[in-house]
C-alpha cells in the first residue's frame, strides 16, 4: 500500500484535494453569501464530494498513465527506491488499475453531471482521460506541448468546480440563475478566469523545471524537452520571462480585489518565494537544485490557495 500510495503521489492528491475543497469553500459559497445573502448552491455537498472523488480518481489514472510510459525515463533519472513498477507492483496491474480509474471517474463525472443538468461533465472527463493517456504515450517527448497539456489538466482544479457549479445554475428550476447573471459575469467568472491563468502558468514553470531536472533520462529516450532543444541558459531565461508574467498578473488581481492586511500579505507570501526560486534557479545545476526548486513552486500553491480564502 504504500509503495502504491508513493506511485500515485499521494502529497500531489493532497493538495489538489485541498485545492477543490478551498474552490468551494472560499470561492463558490462565499460568493453566494456575498450576493446572494445565504442562498446555497444548487450542488449538494455530498455531490460535490462525489464529484472531488471523481476529480481525485482522474488523477490518479493520469499518473499511473505517466509512470507505465515514463518506466525508461525514471530508471535513468530516479534511485532504485523511487522505482516502483516491475518491482512491488506489476505493468499488468498498473494498466488495469489505469483503465479501472479511468471508468470509474468518468461513470462517476456522468452521473453526477445528470443529476445536476451538466451531463456533459462526464464528456470532459473522457477528454482530459484522452489528454493524459496521449500525453504519457507521445506529447511528453515533444517541445512544449506535454508541458502545456499538463498545465491546462492542474489548472482545471481549479476552473471545473466552478464550470460545474455555472451548468447546474443554469438549470436551476428556480431561475437562480437569472438573478446571478450579473454577478457571475462580473465577480464569480472574473476571480476564477485569473486563478485559473495563474495556476496555468505556475504549473507550466513548474514543469520546465521538471524538465530540467530530468533532462539526462530525457535526452537518453530521445525526448525533445525545451532544455534539450535550446540549452539551459535559454530555458533559465524563458522561465525568468514566465514568473515575471506570473507575478504580474498575480499582483494586478491582488490589488484589483484586496486591500489593507490581505493585500500585503498575500502579495508578500506569493512574490518573496517566487523573487527566491527566481535566485535560485540561476546557480541551480544538479538534480538536487532542481528537485528543490520543484518542490518551492508547491510552496507557492499553496500560498495561492491561501489567497483564495482571503477572498472570503
Not at 48 to 69: G, P, T
Request: neutral net charge; charged residues 15%.
Amino acid at each position: 500500500m504504500k509503495d502504491f500510495l508513493n506511485l500515485i503521489r499521494w502529497k500531489s492528491l493532497l493538495l489538489c484535494l485541498i485545492a477543490l475543497v478551498v474552490v468551494r469553500l472560499f470561492l463558490i459559497d462565499s460568493f453566494y453569501e456575498t450576493f446572494v445573502g445565504g442562498a446555497i448552491s444548487p450542488i449538494s455537498t455530498f455531490e460535490y464530494f462525489v464529484f472531488c472523488i471523481a476529480v481525485l480518481f482522474l488523477a490518479i489514472a493520469s499518473v499511473l498513465i505517466n509512470e507505465y510510459f515514463d518506466q525508461d525515463i525514471d530508471g535513468i533519472n530516479r534511485a532504485e527506491k523511487d522505482l516502483y513498477i516491475g518491482r512491488s507492483i506489476s505493468e499488468k496491474t498498473v494498466l488495469n488499475l489505469f483503465y479501472v480509474f479511468s471508468i470509474v471517474s468518468v461513470l462517476m463525472a456522468y452521473v453526477i453531471g445528470y443529476l445536476n443538468g451538466f451531463l456533459h461533465l462526464g464528456s470532459l472527463f473522457i477528454v482530459f482521460v484522452f489528454m493524459s493517456y496521449f500525453y504519457s504515450l507521445k506529447y511528453k517527448r515533444s517541445l512544449i506541448v506535454g508541458n502545456l497539456v499538463v498545465a491546462i489538466l492542474y489548472s482545471m482544479v481549479i476552473l471545473l468546480p466552478v464550470l460545474f457549479e455555472l451548468f447546474a445554475l443554469m438549470n436551476n428550476p428556480g431561475g437562480l440563475f437569472k438573478v446571478l447573471v450579473v454577478s457571475l459575469k462580473e465577480e464569480l467568472l472574473y476571480a476564477t478566469v485569473f486563478l485559473t491563468a495563474i495556476t496555468f502558468l505556475l504549473t507550466f514553470i513548474r514543469e520546465i523545471i521538471g524538465d530540467m531536472q530530468d533532462e539526462e533520462g530525457d535526452r537518453e529516450c530521445g525526448c525533445r524537452s525545451f532544455v534539450i532543444s535550446f540549452g539551459e541558459r535559454n530555458t533559465k531565461t524563458f522561465v525568468y520571462i514566465i514568473s515575471l508574467i506570473f507575478i504580474a498578473l498575480t499582483l494586478f488581481f491582488l490589488f484589483t480585489n484586496f486591500k489593507g492586511t490581505s493585500l500585503i500579505i498575500c502579495a508578500l507570501i506569493i512574490c518573496i518565494p517566487m523573487f527566491f526560486f527566481m535566485k535560485e534557479l540561476k546557480n541551480a545545476k544538479s538534480i538536487q537544485d532542481y528537485g528543490f526548486l520543484s518542490e518551492l513552486l508547491k510552496m507557492v500553491f499553496v500560498s495561492g490557495l491561501f489567497m483564495i480564502i482571503n477572498i472570503y
